[in-house]
């Protein structure tokens, strides 16, 4: 595909907890997949001043191919993050394809990089990582969902979590003819190459499905808050009515144990949500809590002082070239901003020219076209100066 971030295998490093950022943070870059088919399931970034409202670079298209990153050649839940360095990026992400069921899944992706443009990864496999972790065998493991990272202080390591599902672990439901899957959420560690992870600990059982987990660190109440879907069809847990929502739980460290608020958080709406997401506002101590509104059409942002009282603040539709699905929010520099806009605007580009028609070129054109665009791709994949990439840009819109 025209124009997608290089992504190649080699060493990475670790990956920062997501805290409120001071200056020189000016932007808010959004990473996500958009839909349920093997294009859709692919990384795509959109850039915003305010954290609510969103444009999407790369004209929404791909940024990095999923087919050289992934087993299943296609991903789902990006969650980026900034490492420790301030200089070092990180994602990791479900490796996943939709359209194999969803059932079908058995690992994730660990993505490094110093540019956001030309990214290192290592996919992990859980089966064939743990031949003989009791119950994560081909045939019962069923879903790794949605990775995250976090540093945890006492162990002095990154941990990564995420949603393990089992078909051994599935319960009955009020419909005689569905059994619930069962998701329970697990951790582990990263080396420092960031191209491994130990042994999956059980950090979280809700008692029935619990998806999406996202923990951030509240500094004024001093605990780890555990943001989490209740994946469950309505069934009762310990007195409580489960439907598909946002809920919160809180530790003294990030690997539990989790004390959860029974309540569930989204406004506005009752609608069944995913992927919720929190970051905090440049030069605020308020926080976003986002999620998608799958069914609606719609992402729903809400705010908060204290990461447990939220205020609904808007809806942001999803349409045109912004259709994100599970994704993260982290804060960039305005140099980091230029980068990635030189690089789209190049990409388009290249696009543009690598598409045009063939009536509408010269027989000089038609000659020319190849070499010029094997330039540009050379460019692409081998820089991430804004000046180098602009003139590129510049040189293929005077193709004539």
Same mark, same amino acid.
């Given at each position: 595909?025209?124009?997608?971030?290089?992504?190649?295998?080699?060493?990475?490093?670790?990956?920062?907890?997501?805290?409120?950022?001071?200056?020189?943070?000016?932007?808010?870059? #959004?990473?996500?997949?958009?839909?349920?088919?093997?294009?859709?399931?692919?990384?795509?970034?959109?850039?915003?001043?305010?954290?609510?409202?969103?444009?999407?670079?790369?004209?929404?298209?791909?940024?990095?191919?999923?087919?050289?990153?992934?087993?299943?050649?296609?991903?789902?839940?990006?969650?980026?993050?900034?490492?420790?360095?301030?200089?070092?990026?990180?994602?990791?992400?479900?490796?996943?394809?939709?359209?194999?069921?969803?059932?079908?899944?058995?690992?994730?992706?660990?993505?490094?990089?110093?540019?956001?443009?030309?990214?290192?990864?290592?996919?992990?496999?859980?089966?064939?990582?743990?031949?003989?972790?009791?119950?994560?065998?081909?045939?019962?493991?069923?879903?790794?969902?949605?990775?995250?990272?976090?540093?945890?202080?006492?162990?002095?390591?990154?941990?990564?979590?995420?949603?393990?599902?089992?078909?051994?672990?599935?319960?009955?439901?009020?419909?005689?003819?569905?059994?619930?899957?069962?998701?329970?959420?697990?951790?582990?560690?990263?080396?420092?190459?960031?191209?491994?992870?130990?042994?999956?600990?059980?950090?979280?059982?809700?008692?029935?499905?619990?998806?999406?987990?996202?923990?951030?660190?509240?500094?004024?109440?001093?605990?780890?808050?555990?943001?989490?879907?209740?994946?469950?069809?309505?069934?009762?847990?310990?007195? #409580?009515?489960?439907?598909?929502?946002?809920?919160?739980?809180?530790?003294?460290?990030?690997?539990?144990?989790?004390?959860?608020?029974?309540?569930?958080?989204?406004?506005?709406?009752?609608?069944?949500?995913?992927?919720?997401?929190? #970051?905090?506002?440049?030069?605020?101590?308020?926080?976003?809590?986002?999620?998608?509104?799958?069914?609606?059409?719609?992402?729903?942002?809400?705010?908060?002082?204290?990461?447990?009282?939220?205020?609904?603040?808007?809806?942001?539709?999803?349409?045109?070239?912004?259709?994100?699905?599970?994704?993260?929010?982290?804060?960039?520099?305005?140099?980091?901003?230029?980068?990635?806009?030189?690089?789209?605007?190049?990409?388009?580009?290249?696009?543009?020219?690598?598409?045009?028609?063939?009536?509408?070129?010269?027989?000089?054109?038609?000659?020319?076209?190849?070499?010029?665009?094997?330039?540009?791709?050379?460019?692409?994949?081998?820089?991430?100066?804004?000046?180098?990439?602009?003139?590129?840009?510049?040189?293929?819109?005077?193709?004539?």
């Amino acid at each position: 595909m025209t124009g997608m971030l290089a992504a190649t295998l080699g060493a990475m490093v670790p990956v920062q907890a997501q805290t409120a950022e001071p200056s020189p943070y000016s932007s808010y870059l #959004f990473t996500f997949f958009s839909n349920n088919s093997p294009y859709g399931e692919q990384i795509r970034y959109a850039l915003s001043d305010d954290g609510y409202n969103y444009t999407s670079l790369n004209q929404g298209r791909p940024v990095v191919a999923s087919d050289t990153i992934a087993l299943k050649k296609s991903i789902r839940d990006p969650y980026i993050t900034r490492g420790r360095d301030g200089k070092t990026f990180y994602m990791v992400m479900t490796d996943m394809r939709s359209d194999e069921g969803w059932q079908s899944n058995d690992g994730l992706i660990l993505m490094k990089s110093t540019d956001l443009i030309h990214w290192q990864h290592t996919a992990i496999d859980f089966p064939t990582r743990f031949p003989n972790l009791t119950g994560f065998d081909r045939k019962n493991l069923h879903a790794v969902w949605a990775p995250q990272i976090i540093w945890d202080d006492e162990a002095g390591k990154y941990m990564i979590y995420y949603s393990i599902g089992r078909h051994d672990w599935e319960y009955p439901t009020e419909d005689p003819n569905f059994k619930q899957p069962y998701f329970k959420l697990f951790y582990s560690y990263v080396n420092e190459d960031f191209t491994d992870i130990t042994e999956p600990k059980l950090l979280f059982d809700f008692g029935t499905a619990a998806i999406d987990g996202d923990i951030v660190y509240n500094p004024k109440a001093k605990e780890y808050v555990l943001f989490f879907k209740d994946e469950g069809r309505s069934v009762m847990n310990k007195g #409580f009515r489960t439907r598909q929502g946002v809920m919160r739980a809180t530790a003294p460290r990030p690997t539990g144990p989790y004390t959860i608020e029974w309540r569930h958080l989204q406004k506005e709406g009752q609608y069944p949500v995913e992927g919720s997401s929190v #970051f905090p506002l440049i030069g605020s101590d308020e926080y976003v809590l986002m999620y998608d509104c799958y069914a609606q059409g719609f992402y729903q942002f809400c705010k908060s002082t204290n990461l447990k009282d939220f205020t609904f603040v808007q809806n942001t539709k999803t349409h045109g070239d912004f259709t994100p699905r599970h994704g993260s929010v982290m804060h960039i520099t305005q140099a980091e901003r230029e980068r990635l806009e030189a690089w789209s605007e190049l990409s388009i580009a290249v696009n543009d020219l690598r598409t045009r028609p063939v009536p509408t070129l010269t027989l000089k054109q038609l000659e020319l076209r190849p070499a010029l665009l094997a330039e540009a791709q050379k460019v692409l994949d081998t820089t991430s100066d804004p000046k180098t990439m602009a003139a590129m840009t510049k040189k293929l819109k005077k193709f004539k």
